[in-house]
């Protein structure tokens, strides 16, 4: 999860190719972020999520059963 200064949105970033957390977090500073949040997991599992209209997106039953979860509220 990131934000860039002035934005309101939150940004969920994932990379496709295997990168260390450095060269990550570098490539996320290059491109404007100043906030973020490494979340754990790694596991395949696809991101559960909400857009603007609330509908939500992803595999529920996936996330059912995991304990490391960021939950944001409105």
Same mark, same amino acid.
């Given at each position: 999860?990131?934000?860039?200064?002035?934005?309101? =949105?939150?940004?969920?970033?994932? =990379?496709?190719?295997?990168?260390?957390?450095?060269?990550?977090?570098?490539?996320?500073?290059?491109?404007?972020?100043?906030?973020?949040?490494?979340?754990?997991?790694?596991?395949? =599992?696809?991101?559960?999520?909400?857009?603007?209209?609330? =509908?939500?997106?992803?595999?529920?039953?996936?996330?059912?059963?995991?304990?490391?979860?960021?939950?944001?509220?409105?």
């Amino acid at each position: 999860m990131a934000r860039k200064p002035g934005d309101a =949105t939150a940004y969920y970033v994932e =990379t496709v190719n295997k990168e260390s957390l450095y060269d990550f977090a570098e490539a996320l500073a290059d491109y404007g972020f100043i906030d973020v949040v490494y979340l754990t997991g790694a596991d395949g =599992t696809e991101p559960v999520y909400r857009d603007e209209k609330g =509908t939500l997106h992803g595999d529920f039953e996936a996330w059912k059963h995991k304990s490391n979860l960021l939950v944001f509220r409105k």
